[in-house]
């Protein structure tokens, strides 16, 4: 059968992109499987794990629930823009620093919705973290590394608990 | 998935006469938060896509000059209606429910319309919107109309919009209240029969008798309920813990009435009493105040 491709192009991470894609894609598909760039992680699918998190126009979105035609004409950013010149961002350093990583696959989402959260307010205070954070789960840590880098890279010491963000974990129907 | 065409129109004109040519056959594309799983779920794949998202017009917001009516375009996100401070000031219960909606990925993209298109009892935007006795302005070939939010749902899932309508925006009698709030019980992953919402708003006179009060109860039945009866019981009176606890009894009843003896009810008629005492308790204080 003969598919239907339509042009889409955006801005990934500071470059020009331009792809064929069918229309029932979704920007993960796109992402992942079209532009090859596997950074992005696709964990559940369905919108409730944030491994798969991106930017788009400044905001945390997932691309999994995110069709690829939504995409045209906005300014996107995954976790492989991060890095600059072969420098890690500070976002990176810290996760790093925190030992907020063990098998990984959380990782490049939860970097992505704390670089959003940096763009949207560079000084968030922690139930703002918990927020910005609580749609990305993580089953290797316990969340307490992550929370205290994600605390770090916004500059705020080591401290403050990650219960608030358990607790807080949002539900859905 | 086999696949679709995708068509993104510039402007409401063009969407509406797509929609009257192809409307049984499209999915209109506004978040599509609750699009993209229904299709990976292989629920009723339709030819065409047809995207929403460009279309300016339908992401306004406004207040009327005598601050009466806030018009909330259907292209809002739950994102925006978190931050902004119209919808703060004037429907305080909407903006509320915006914080425990979902995750902020699922905020920055999902939108009001969708949340009322998509006819799930648990949408949360619905029992705020019916407090604030909110219409949908409704477009078609044939013009605009108006559905007030509790006639928008035939049953759970079962929308009363035609296919070849688009939601344009919501109209709702805005109020600046004393009291108002939104609370709802969920579980992750969960289905509806596990979850509940509710909206209130209320003000008093100048003896602490309650002046004003709308209550909406919300995905715990198959439609979205605005409850005139336990409006009533507290119409005039000031807010005791022996009122409230009526007033939960009151309403676990009427809840009953519409859903009937399920089994889930063991579990729902405390819950909802529950909810509604904790949701309502402050309002002691407030009134006495
Ligand atoms: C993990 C997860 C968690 C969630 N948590 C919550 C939650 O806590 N509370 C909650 O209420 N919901 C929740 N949802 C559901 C969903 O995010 C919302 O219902 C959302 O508001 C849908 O909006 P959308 O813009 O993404 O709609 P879309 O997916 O784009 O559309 C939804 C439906 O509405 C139709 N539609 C959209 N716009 C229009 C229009 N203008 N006119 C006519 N029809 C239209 C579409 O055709 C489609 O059938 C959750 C979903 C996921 C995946
Ligand atoms: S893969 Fe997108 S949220 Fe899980
Ligand atoms: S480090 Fe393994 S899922 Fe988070």
Redesign the pocket.
């Known amino acids: 059968m003969t598919q239907t491709r339509i042009p889409v192009q955006f801005i990934l991470n500071g470059k020009k992109t331009a792809v064929d894609i069918l229309p029932e894609q979704s920007a993960l598909q796109v992402i992942r499987d079209e532009l090859g760039m596997k950074g992005t992680k696709e964990g559940c699918g ?3 794990c944030g491994a798969c998190t991106i930017e788009v126009n400044g905001q945390a979105v ?1 691309a999994c ?1 995110m069709f690829g035609v939504q995409l045209d004409g906005c300014r996107v950013m995954t976790v492989e823009g991060l890095a600059e010149d072969g420098r890690l961002h500070p976002v990176q350093e810290k996760f790093l620093a925190g030992h907020a990583v063990q098998c990984g696959f959380c990782t490049p989402g939860l970097l992505m919705s704390t670089h959003a959260l940096l763009g949207e307010n560079p000084e968030p205070d922690d139930h703002q973290i918990v927020q910005a954070i609580s749609g990305n789960i993580c089953r290797c840590t316990g969340y307490q590394q992550i929370f205290s880098s994600v605390r770090a890279a916004c500059g705020q010491s080591d401290q403050g608990s990650v219960r608030e963000n358990q607790d807080s974990k ?4 | 998935m086999t696949t679709m065409t995708c068509i993104r129109p510039e402007n409401l004109d063009e969407a509406v006469d797509f929609l009257h040519h192809h409307g049984p056959d499209t ?12 299709l990976r779920s292989g629920k009723h794949h339709r030819p065409y896509l047809l995207d ?1 998202s460009r279309i300016d017009s ?1 992401k306004t917001v406004q207040i009327s000059d005598d601050l009466s009516r806030l018009s909330i375009g ?2 809002v ?2 994102t925006r209606i978190n931050t902004l401070p119209l919808i703060k000031d004037h429907a305080p219960a909407l903006h509320k ?1 915006s914080f ?4 902020r990925q ?1 905020r920055n ?10 006819a ?1 009892p ?5 029992p705020p919107l019916v407090i604030h006795e909110a219409e949908a302005v ?1 477009a078609n070939k044939d013009g605009n109309r108006n559905i007030p939010l509790l006639e928008m749902n035939k049953g759970a899932y079962q ?1 009363a ?1 035609h296919p070849e ?4 925006k919501f109209i709702l009698q805005a109020r600046q209240p004393g009291f108002s709030d939104f609370q ?1 019980i ?1 579980r992750r ?1 969960a289905l509806a029969t596990s979850r509940m919402s509710m909206a209130v708003m209320a003000d008093k006179d100048s003896q602490g008798c309650i002046s004003f009060i709308r209550f909406s109860l919300g995905a715990c039945t198959p439609t979205p309920q605005r409850m005139h009866d336990v409006e009533s019981l507290f119409t005039g009176k000031i807010p005791s813990v022996k009122l409230i606890n009526q007033g939960a009894g009151l309403l676990a009843e009427k809840m009953v009435e519409i859903t009937g003896r399920r089994p889930s009810i063991t579990y729902k008629e405390p819950a909802v009493q529950g909810l509604f005492k904790r949701m309502i308790y402050p309002m002691v204080t407030w009134c006495r105040q």
């Not at chain 2, 425990?100 to 995750?103: G, H, L, R």
């Not at chain 2, 648990?122 to 619905?126: E, L, S, V, Y």
Request: hydrophobic share 40%.
């Open positions: 369905i919108g409730e997932n629930l949002e539900e859905r129907c | 999915h209109i594309l506004a978040g599509g938060t609750d699009l993209m799983v229904d929403t339908l259907s292209g996100t739950l429910c425990t909606f979902a995750s699922i993209m999902a939108t009001i319309g969708g949340n009322v298109a998509h799930s648990c949408g949360d935007t619905i409704v929308s919009l309508d688009l939601v344009v709802k969920g992953k």
